[in-house]
């Protein structure tokens, strides 16, 4: 089994800035994609940043620019810098990986339960 858990998330005025951390533990034989997704309330769920097992990133438009994803490979961890936050930007914040894990070594989508961020005119 895998888990996944956020932090960082908070209150920040905007154009503020807030780093979210997630780290990811358990039967972990390699981590593939990781991403952060957002959900604000009566909305759909969607991709805010992707980043792969190479490192390539993809972002959703509206965060291009000022939110930044990385991840520590050695720690399991990914991160998401976000700078210039805009009101529209709050939301849970989740973190997902596509981990394959032991002893079966099947490739499993997981989700961490989620870290509100709250931005503030």
């Known amino acids: 089994q895998v888990q996944l858990v956020e932090s960082g998330g908070g209150l920040v005025q905007a154009g503020g800035s807030l780093r979210l951390s997630c780290a990811a533990s358990?039967?972990?034989?390699?981590?593939?994609?990781m991403g952060w997704y957002r959900q604000a309330p009566g909305k759909l769920r969607e991709l805010v940043a992707l980043?792969?097992?190479?490192?390539?990133?993809s972002y959703a438009d509206s965060v291009k620019g000022r939110f930044t994803i990385s991840r520590d490979h050695d720690k399991n961890t990914v991160y998401l810098q976000m700078n210039s936050l805009k009101p529209e930007d709050t939301a849970v914040y989740y973190c997902?990986?596509?981990?394959?894990?032991?002893?079966?070594?099947?490739?499993?989508?997981?989700w961490g339960k989620g870290t509100l961020v709250t931005v503030s005119p």
């Open positions: 358990g039967s972990i034989v390699r981590i593939n994609a």
């Open positions: 980043i792969r097992s190479g490192s390539s990133t």
């Open positions: 997902s990986a596509d981990v394959t894990s032991a002893p079966y070594l099947h490739v499993v989508n997981y």
